[in-house]
């Protein structure tokens, strides 16, 4: 594991551009357009696996976006959080606009008046976390939240998802094996429904290949089915949690305020009668197949 020496050396002294190389940067540039410099787009594998949401990805996973992630992931480039998570801010943005077409939900989120933006992650297994020293999607979806505040979108990350069971390393499953992989693997812990009933729910992970991690993320969150909205308020805004607490210590340094995220009304589009669902899902990147298909 990763002593605390060595990510604040990766902060103060990082040693190369994580897209490319160049050193003495922790991304340039150069890659940064790359990964958050055009728009995200709407995205879905093929074959689409059943209960999918919609997925929105900032970039392809390719070349310099592919290393970026996999610097931050295998090599522990912890200082990457902070540009990956503007990438995934654009997608869940880009998600949300999607969602709320035509509705005017956005503008009033906007504004600051409604329920946060609930992203949660999709979990790494224990022993990823272990041997990676961290859980990279939840740590980019830390990033992501303090940037959609940032920008007045009020949100919070909800890791309510645990795997419940072993499963198999899926780098060499085709997407039908990946399916039987994952199936029933996902399952919200105890008491994270009434987390969930506090706002609109967005899925987050850092890629998409097949959209099976995804998918089970989907069924598992709306297994939950319906929960007080009463009881979810007190029970997300209760006090503040350790999790709160640890949005202040990822991405810029303005988010290290010693103050928790506002609070806000539990109105809002994802959570009327309290009945948790799935509004969207958002990634930093998707397989680059998957951006060719035209179907927005």
Known sequence: MRGWW???????????????????TVLCPECRAVLSGVAARRVRPV?????????????????????????????????????LGVALAGAVRAGLRKAWAGVGAEGAWSRGV???????????????????????????????????????????????LRQRRAV???????SRQRLDNLAGALAVVPGGARLLSGG???????????????????RAVRATGPISNAAGAAAVYGGETWESREEQNVGSRRERTGRRPGRHGMT???????????VCAAVVAASPDSFQINRN
């Not at 790494?124 to 940032?150: C, K």
């Open 6 to 24: 060595q990510d604040l050396t990766d902060l103060v002294l990082p040693a190369e551009c994580g897209g490319c190389g160049r050193p003495r």
């Open 168 to 174: 198999a390393d899926q780098s060499e499953l085709n």
């Open 268 to 278: 809002g589009a994802g959570c009327a009668g309290g009945v948790v669902d799935v």
């Open 114 to 160: 409604g329920a946060p933006v609930l992203l949660v992650p999709v979990p790494s297994g224990r022993r990823a976390v272990r041997a990676r020293g961290h859980d990279p999607a939840r740590r980019i979806a830390l990033a992501a939240a303090g940037e959609l505040r940032r920008s007045g979108v009020p949100a919070r990350v909800l890791g309510v």
């Open 47 to 83: 074959p689409e696996p059943p209960g999918l949401p919609v997925v929105h990805a900032a970039a392809p996973y390719a070349d310099e976006v592919r290393a970026t992630l996999l610097a931050h992931k295998e090599r522990g480039a912890l200082a990457l959080a902070a540009p």
């Open 200 to 218: 609109p729910v967005v899925l987050v992970d850092d890629v998409m290949t097949t959209g099976a991690s995804l998918a089970e993320a989907a």
